[in-house]
């Protein structure tokens, strides 16, 4: 099988990107994929028929067919069918993903090398828990390479549970962590942030490509744009979290006690056995300072250096919550029994106090690391002209 694939005198590799059906595992890789496609890649972007019909409902179906050489593909996650606007139940979600895909993935690999309408599949770039794509790329004999998500001590985390569970937790530093990593594989590409590296790239065709499974509400970005600088306060707890109608008030009363502004995404699915509805008299409360939208353009609300007040939900969020609070000093953790007057507390430390100041300090430190590393020459962009170097 040939990599390339000639279209007039252009020959483009063509590349299969396959995300983890969760909105904060779908966002990076679709940046990642458009970087690709801004440097020559014929991409093919698999969904979920699940989260297909998300994006659809979000975007409308002209967004997916606007590129000839950007194309999206679904395969099934073998539950049964569904139109909630939702995040599925990640536990059995996760094992159907791994017991069921395997078969429409192969399906659909063969349907891409079979047409005449794309380029041969020259690569597979899938998430790290999508682990079914590296038989398919074994069996088709076509190159496959693990996007994680993670930070790298979450990910030395998951190699080592075992390990770990019997020795007990040690702290690590990302750069020792990397060496560790490195050791064991040559082929380790760190290249985040993507969102900054993808600033870097001429506007393209792609441009416009989103991934939000969430019709966002753009009104909160000019509500924003009123607010003197530091002054808001943004409330998001992703795309997987739940809690209770207890939890939830707890929240509500703790932001609107604080008297300080704030923008609080409230997904329709987030709170258990309800769309999260407050009373009137809660609106009263925080009219002309507080702002709840269903969702957001996170990335362009969080394109700024911000400290950060945590509450770890699963996975290795707990260990993203220790290197913020302990070893990066831009974050405090709130406790799990969530309180209305923690929650104030901790938001009046965070935008009034000393704390806080030192915080905002140091994640304007983290901004500037960041952007030395994306920008040209940086360890980021370099990664990742390496790695589409060696995936071709």
Request: charged residues 20%; glycine residues 6%; negative net charge.
């Amino acid at each position: 099988m040939s990599a390339f694939y000639s279209m007039g005198s252009i020959t483009k590799p063509h590349a299969v990107f396959v995300p983890y059906p969760a909105q904060g595992h779908v966002n990076p890789l679709m940046q990642l994929a458009k970087l690709l496609h801004s440097r020559g890649f014929y991409v093919t972007f698999v969904n979920t028929e699940f989260n297909h019909r998300r994006l659809v409902r979000s975007k409308g179906s002209g967004f997916l067919t606007s590129l000839s050489d950007f194309r999206f593909e679904t395969i099934s996650d073998g539950l049964p069918p569904s139109d909630r606007d939702a995040t599925q139940d990640i536990w059995v979600l996760s094992d159907s993903v791994q017991k069921n895909c395997l078969g429409p993935f192969k399906e659909l690999l063969a349907k891409l090398n079979g047409s005449s309408e794309s380029p041969p599949v020259s690569c597979i770039v899938s998430d790290g828990s999508m682990s079914f794509t590296i038989k398919a790329a074994k069996e088709f004999g076509i190159p496959e390479a693990q996007f994680w998500t993670t930070s790298a001590c979450g990910f030395m985390a998951y190699l080592h549970f075992r390990e770990l569970i019997e020795g007990g937790i040690v702290p690590f530093k990302e750069h020792e962590v990397l060496q560790a990593i490195a050791a064991k594989s040559t082929n380790l590409y760190t290249i985040g942030p993507l969102s900054l590296l993808e600033k870097l790239t001429p506007l393209s065709r792609n441009h416009y490509l989103r991934s939000s499974l969430w019709k966002e509400d753009s009104k909160c970005l000019e509500w924003l744009d009123k607010r003197q600088a530091n002054s808001v306060l943004f409330v998001s707890y992703g795309s997987i979290t739940v809690m209770t109608d207890q939890l939830f008030e707890e929240f509500a009363w703790g932001l609107a006690n604080s008297n300080h502004p704030f923008l609080w995404v409230v997904r329709p699915d987030m709170v258990m056995g309800n769309p999260g509805i407050l009373p009137g008299e809660y609106y009263k409360e925080i009219e002309g300072r507080g702002l709840i939208v269903n969702w957001c353009p996170q990335d362009q609300v969080l394109s700024h250096p911000s400290p950060v007040i945590c509450w770890p939900f699963f996975d290795e969020q707990p260990t993203n919550c220790l290197y913020l609070c302990n070893q990066w000093g831009i974050g405090m953790e709130i406790s799990n029994d969530v309180k209305r007057d923690e929650v104030t507390t901790l938001v009046k430390m965070m935008m009034e106090g000393d704390v806080g100041k030192e915080m905002k300090l140091k994640a304007l430190e983290w901004k500037k690391k960041a952007e030395e590393a994306t920008n040209v020459g940086g360890s980021s962009y370099n990664n990742l002209n390496k790695f589409i170097s060696d995936i071709l």
